[in-house]
């Protein structure tokens, strides 16, 4: 069964930091890119960072820049995304994504960044 698990999200100040975890599990997590996205209420759901199979590379989206960063481990079949200099703009849920031969999605984790 395949499984993507976040966690850490939560409410933080502006200028704050948070890391997500996205656990994998139910399938081969190594050969997959994987993603993170985002959606916050009312909008459309946005791309935010990805990360090759082997980590090697990665790419974000203009508005992340500099502040967010995406990383992998494929012992531990997890993806993070830490997040530092945070927004009131930041505020949304965050989802991970496995792009390989069948995509999945996990179930997202709120994000809220408020004084």
């Known amino acids: 069964q395949v499984q993507l698990v976040e966690s850490g999200g939560g409410l933080v100040q502006p200028g704050g930091s948070l890391r997500l975890s996205c656990a994998a599990s139910?399938?081969?997590?190594?050969?997959?890119?994987m993603r993170w996205y985002r959606q916050a209420p009312g909008k459309e759901r946005e791309l935010v960072a990805a990360?090759?199979?082997?980590?090697?590379?990665?790419n974000y989206a203009d508005s992340v820049k500099g502040r967010f960063t995406i990383s992998r481990d494929n012992a531990k079949k997890t993806v993070y995304l830490q997040m530092n200099s945070l927004k009131p703009e930041d505020t949304a849920v965050y989802y991970c994504y496995a792009n390989g031969l069948n995509g999945y999605w996990g179930q997202g984790t709120q994000v809220t960044v408020s004084s």
């Open positions: 139910g399938f081969t997590f190594s050969s997959y890119v």
């Open positions: 990360i090759s199979s082997t980590g090697s590379s990665t």
